[in-house]
T-cell receptor
């Protein structure tokens, strides 16, 4: 089946540094990618919707300048946590929606395995 | 706005059936999903149901949808210890840009031997 790869799977950084997380669709093209944040024992909170070649759409309450999202190609989206602080420590999960049926895909949605960020 | 609610915990004995319930508010939902998350891992799609269906069965899993009451359930037959995980229901509406999913809080299923 289709695979979405996130890298790194775990990252520890010092407060004040920036961290980039990649989300790649390995064997399909994704028109749309979604970034979620999950706190321990909590649900997934949608942070933003990223469309290839255009600006990401952020959910209410999510700081655009803090969480920079770039969707440079149909197979890659990146989330950069800028000037990370301990409260940014979380599990970040991306999902990718394949091209719709009219464009040669299935329109299905696939999730990555997540990236755990720990800010010291 | 959209909202999805689940009970937080469920404990069953191995071999029993588990029923996890979910309610949602968006009447325009087209697809409803069940995902499984094991500790420290990502989400695994278990099954989904289209909104014009009442029931879907897939091996040990049975999904029931009551669209009138906006109630979704997942039944796991012959529950095993390996089924212990957090289960999320999620709804998708065509009116949500790009088809984003709205998740419930997750139900932690504990299976005791």
């Amino acid at each position: 089946g289709a695979v979405v790869s996130q890298h790194p799977s775990r990252v520890i950084c010092k407060s004040g540094t920036s961290v980039k997380i990649e989300c790649r669709s390995l064997d399909f093209q994704a028109t749309t990618m979604f970034w979620y944040r999950q706190f321990p024992k909590k649900s997934l909170m949608l942070m933003a919707t990223s469309n290839e070649g255009s600006k990401a759409t952020y959910e209410q309450g999510v700081e655009k300048d803090k969480f920079l999202i770039n969707h440079a190609s149909l197979t890659l989206s990146t989330l950069t946590v800028t000037s990370a602080h301990p409260e940014d420590s979380s599990f970040y999960i991306c999902s990718a929606r394949e091209l719709p049926r009219g464009r040669g895909g299935t329109g299905e949605l696939f999730f990555g395995e997540g990236s755990r960020l720990t800010v010291l | 706005g959209e909202d999805v609610e689940q009970s937080l915990f469920l404990s069953v004995r191995e071999g029993d059936s588990s029923v996890i319930n979910c309610t949602y508010t968006d009447s325009s939902s087209t697809y409803l999903y069940w995902y499984k998350q094991e500790p420290g891992a990502g989400l695994q799609l278990l099954t989904y149901i289209f909104s014009n269906m009442d029931m879907k069965q897939d091996q040990r899993l049975t999904v029931l949808l009551n669209k009138k009451d906006k109630h979704l359930s997942l039944r796991i037959a012959d529950t095993q210890t390996g089924d212990s995980a957090i289960y999320f229901c999620a709804e998708e509406s065509p009116y949500n840009q790009g088809g984003k999913l709205i998740f419930g809080q997750g139900t932690e299923l504990s299976v005791k031997p």
